[in-house]
């Protein structure tokens, strides 16, 4: 698969020019910087500024910008408050040793970015204007990337409906923005496994929905279940396809994957309603190299239970921008209560996770081309 950045013709120097830069009149003290990406909280901290690019049916994507961060002023009745119309992306970037500050297979959210929005009856933004606003923002706070193990800075690229109509028809009016936020290791104390309920009662996405979309209706939707999951001692909800016969697709926001005691690995086979994980995708590849067998194919609630029980599979991880991978200890639905590998993490699991952010953190060679250099 080729991407639209491939057949790039502008560099990427050109396409970050494109963006006005208009630098924050009250940025973070150098202190209050450093002190806030020492002890990074995931989501809670933003850097000084933000980057945007605004659209109307009449004029397509227009003012390219990097502004200071701040609230955004909003009419009570835009679309999106209403109707939910409305997606996301999430990438990182990452500081090298020399100083040098890449991304992870950018293209591929710029792809999935524009296949959500589609399906959401929201402008396409081109893989261009994607990564440069991405770009343009990573240069502007480039001070606030934290350096040192697995840390990072979350990128969270969002668009949504800003026309003040409630009518029910898609926006004429839509903006586009991308906010960065500093991270720290994803398990702090080391990596601990997850304890997964899979929910009969509630679906995050149903075969025709938007399930495929990265569109925070559908996190909505797995709200409700992941507190009554919570609640019951579960980290996380596993959600099932819904047919008569019921399958697992993923958890809320993450991929997941099965080692089998022959070696293979399975994963749910994309269904339409399964979120497409860079990280999914990425996995795959790299087990395959390994020579390892990996299966894409619908997996039963039925054939899960069977191989939990009978010790078939051995480990289970679930895998995300975020978390990277996330080994799964504990697997319950109601009816079935499984502890997988005693709970502890498993050997292919970790060690995916180490290549994998080698590959990120430039430790790795990336035999793939997978990093883009942002600055
Ligand atoms: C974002 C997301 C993932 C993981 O995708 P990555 O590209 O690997 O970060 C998995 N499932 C859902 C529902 C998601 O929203």
Known sequence: MSSTLDKNTRSLDELVADFD??????????????????KPKFGTVFTDHMSRVSWTAADGWTNRRVEKYGPLLMDPAAAVLHYGQEVF??????????????????EQNAMRYARSAHRLALPELSADDFLASVAA???TDIDWIPTGD?????????????????????SLEVEHLVIAS??????????????IWISQEFARAGKGGTGEAKCGGNYAASLLPQREAAKDGFDQVCFLDGAPEPAIEELGGMNVFFVHSDGSVVT?????????????????QLL????????????????L?????????????????????????????????VTINNGEPGALTMDVRAELTDIQNGRREDRHGWMTRLA
Do not use: N
């Open 89 to 106: 992306e999430g990438l990182k970037a990452y500081k090298h040793a020399d100083g040098s500050v890449w991304s992870f297979r950018p």
């Open 21 to 38: 830069v208009v630098t924050s009149d009250s940025p973070a003290s150098v202190a209050d910087r450093e002190a806030l990406k020492a």
């Open 137 to 139: 923002l990573v240069r």
């Open 150 to 170: 697995e840390a990072s800075l979350y990128l969270r690229p969002f668009m949504f409906a800003s026309e003040a109509f409630l009518g029910v028809r898609p």
């Open 305 to 337: 239970r069977t191989d939990l029980e009978s010790g078939q599979i051995v480990e289970a991880f679930a895998c995300g921008t975020a978390a990277v991978v996330t080994p799964i200890g504990r697997l319950a639905d109601g009816t079935f209560d």
């Open 288 to 303: 395959v190299d390994r020579g390892i067998e990996v299966h894409e194919r619908r997996v039963t609630l039925a054939d």
């Open 268 to 284: 749910p086979k994309l269904s339409g309603s399964i979120l497409q994980g860079v990280t999914r995708m990425s996995i795959i």
């Open 182 to 195: 500093p991270v720290g290791p994803y398990f702090a104390g080391g990596v601990k496994p997850v304890s």
